[in-house]
């Protein structure tokens, strides 16, 4: 559509097939970082000088979250370059920060197009906004709308104001799970990629014997399918009733009880070489779960970056002296009878 800045891209609030195809591929984590739109400005409805401006990231899952919420509204839609990122993690690394809208305000020629000087930014972006610093130095107000989307037509009937459901985060079981086949694929692609090496491995150490590398990948297999179902699976699903604050302490339960079918599965009351190799990937199937756990860092409201630091800063050891441990274990195996 034309304005006073210029031509300006006009969405649609409805999603089409290719649309949803694309959510759902990006959650299996189908070409997930290039699942972005173009930042600057776009129209919705048939927007005028007075309707609100609402401002987004450029990662297409949230804009497109912000455009179906708005049915039969007319409104400008502001797109920050976020790097493909999502508002709240993008608020935490500074993509979705006071320098870009800044930058995008004047790029853009906004307050060209529009009378008001209102700015309407998710709940979620407060992290990496200055308000008081943008208003300062582009004159725009920044209103800090609800969590949700979804709530935007009750704030702006509502003269935006938030009530107070508003501005809570909910991290229930099927907002968590949604999480799952992305975290779980991203970790299988790396597993593939490391039975791989142990076959290879096993081939060589066991004097070119296909039957005995294909035996210790077997159980390589088994033990990392546990850790990955433990630490990407179990511990979303039962996070809010695992013991401990840190996620990697979430993911220690689940992976012990991941270990714990592991030897049931395997333990035939075996000595020597076998129970040796076996033994080797219980503290493996510990560290995959832990690990992974640590994930959802990322994808809860009730962590911060000090925090995550701080749980690095002493996980991280003992996930690597676990890991090291299980090799040395598994490298010892090949030598003993």
């Not at 008001?116 to 990496?128: D, E, M, N, S």
Request: with cysteine.
């Amino acid at each position: 559509m034309d304005t006073q800045a210029g031509q300006v891209p006009r969405v649609l609030s409805s999603l089409t097939f290719k649309d949803n195809l694309g959510a759902v591929k990006v959650r299996f984590g189908i070409r997930r970082m290039h699942y972005t739109v173009d930042p600057g400005l776009y129209a919705i409805g048939n927007p005028g000088p007075d309707d609100p401006v609402f401002v987004s990231a450029n990662y297409k899952l949230s804009f497109d979250r912000l455009r179906e919420s708005l049915p039969g509204r007319n409104g400008w839609i502001l797109v920050l370059d976020t790097k493909g990122i999502n508002v709240w993690c993008a608020a935490g690394k500074g993509t979705f920060g006071t320098e870009e809208l800044l930058q995008r305000i004047a790029s853009s020629s906004i307050q060209k197009i529009v009378n008001h000087r209102t700015l309407i930014l998710p709940q979620l972006a407060g992290p990496g906004v200055a308000a008081f610093d943008v208003k300062k130095r582009s004159g725009f107000k920044v209103v800090y709308g609800p969590v949700l989307a979804a709530n935007l037509p009750a704030f702006l009937d509502a003269g935006l104001e938030a009530i107070p459901v508003m501005r809570i985060k909910t991290f229930t079981i099927s907002e968590r799970l949604v999480l799952v086949p992305i975290e779980f694929l991203g970790a299988v692609k790396i597993g593939i990629i490391v039975l791989i090496a142990l076959f290879v491995i096993s081939f060589a150490l066991s004097g070119a014997s296909i039957d005995s590398a294909l035996h210790y990948t077997y159980n390589a297999t088994l033990a990392l399918l546990l850790g990955t179902l433990a630490g990407a699976f179990v511990t979303p699903l039962l996070l809010p009733w695992l013991p401990g604050r840190s996620f990697s302490m979430k993911g220690l339960l689940p992976g012990i009880a991941g270990a714990a079918a592991f030897l049931l599965l395997l333990w035939h009351g075996q000595t020597g070489k076998k129970a040796l190799e076996i033994y080797a990937w219980l503290p493996s199937i510990l560290v995959v779960s832990t690990y992974l756990a640590m994930n959802f860092t990322g994808c809860s409201t009730f962590t911060s970056l000090s925090g995550v630091r701080k749980e690095m800063r002493w996980a991280v050891p003992f996930q690597i002296a676990g890991a090291v441990c299980g090799l040395v274990l598994w490298f010892s195996s090949f030598f003993i009878h």
